[in-house]
């Protein structure tokens, strides 16, 4: 087990970021937040995705009006996006909202800030602060020659000292960029010097793709290092791709476990299987199942049957057939096309003897 590094415990709703909780993931709607009934039920599928806590933006005061209903109603504790105006901060506590995301330096002064902060403390509601490397005001930009690293972090610890300065201390932060390498490097400077829980994301990472890879490898080298609260990976789209993804790169570092884990080759000149159209059959199959099941699909019998015998449950593809594998055991040997429905079969079996379901 890698070891985490410790931060302070902070109160989310139902969940706690920090102080050695699992990491959370979360994911934010791209609905129109005055768009009540379309935000929930975005938040539902998100929910059944596996997200765990959900971010609304709240760009007005007609959009602060609904958050009541929104919390009502949420599956998910809710987080309040904040830009421009500290009255929208002061009705999304009034919501009801867990946390709200806000940016102490375009609110409108230090004493907007503190009201909020006060409002929060009342009302047991977190604040996540933070700096965007594309935002960061440029007297931070002049005062460190450029240094994107130093002004990021003079940032946010000019805005720690602001909303800490009457013991508040519910406080997640988050430092990012567009960029990998800097968001890594500003990520562990932060985590050196403070014990601030650390939501950590990519910003701007893009398409769904390239923006699965800059995620993975920004925020799984932070944690791989034992840096980082809470996770979202931010994709243009549909968000429930985000979850899907937050939770691999966590499955990957053994961090997390949710639902399957499914390795596939990649085939080769030796496979005689459509071994994609198998892959993608169990992928359906397993997509919905909350059980940490290995399950793994090869192409023939080089690497097939030794993947499958670390795996739960296991095809080594053959010519136009295969072999089911459990625990490295044969089980049996299928011809196409009845190797899915088998596979099928003995997975429902494999769950009925582990789970009692
Ligand atoms: Fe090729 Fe077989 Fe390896 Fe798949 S398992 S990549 S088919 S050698």
């Known amino acids: 087990m890698m070891e985490r590094k410790q931060t302070r415990p902070v109160r989310v709703g139902n969940l706690v970021i ?3 909780a699992p990491i959370v993931v979360q994911s934010m709607t791209n609905t129109d937040t005055r768009a009540v009934a379309a935000t929930l039920g975005q938040i539902e599928a998100l929910a059944a995705a596996g997200c765990e806590l959900i971010r609304v933006a709240v760009p007005d005061q007609e959009a602060a009006a609904k958050l009541k209903e929104i919390v009502r109603y949420s599956k998910l504790p809710v987080v309040a996006d904040i830009h421009f105006d500290y009255r929208l901060a002061l009705a999304a506590i009034d919501a009801g909202v867990a946390k709200i995301r806000l940016n102490p330096g375009n609110i409108g002064g230090a004493d ?12 047991g509601v977190a604040l996540r602060i933070g700096a965007n490397a594309g935002s960061l005001h440029r007297d931070y930009l002049t005062r460190y020659k450029g240094d994107v690293i130093q002004a990021m972090l003079a940032s946010v610890e000019d805005q720690l000292a602001l909303v800490t300065a009457d013991g ?7 430092l ?10 500003v990520n562990k400077a932060f985590a050196k010097r403070w014990d601030f829980p650390l939501h950590l994301g990519i910003t701007e990472a893009g398409i769904r793709w390239r923006g699965t890879i800059k995620s993975a490898v920004g925020l799984g080298i932070l944690l791989q290092q034992g840096i980082g609260d809470t996770i979202r990976v931010s994709l243009t789209g549909d968000p ?22 499914v390795v596939a080759c990649p085939t080769c000149g030796r496979c005689q299987i459509g071994l994609e159209e198998l892959v993608e059959g169990v992928e359906e199959l397993v997509q919905d199942l909350p059980y940490p099941l290995h399950l793994a699909v090869m192409g023939c019998v080089v690497n097939g049957p030794g993947e499958a015998a670390r795996a739960d449950l296991g095809i080594a593809g053959g010519k136009e057939a295969g072999l089911i594998f459990r625990n490295g055991e044969i089980l049996r040997k299928e011809k196409q096309p009845r190797l899915l429905p088998a596979f099928a079969e003995e997975l429902a079996r494999l769950i009925r003897e582990k789970y009692g379901v």
């Open 176 to 185: 990012k960029s567009s960029d990998v390498v800097e968001t890594i490097e």
């Open 168 to 174: 508040f201390d519910q406080i997640v932060v988050s």
């Open 112 to 123: 907007r800030v503190r009201t909020v902060v006060r409002a929060a403390k009342a009302n």
């Open 18 to 20: 920090g102080g050695g």
């Open 240 to 261: 429930r791709h985000e979850v899907t993804a937050a939770y691999e790169i966590l499955k990957a570092l053994h961090l997390r476990e949710h639902g399957p884990v």
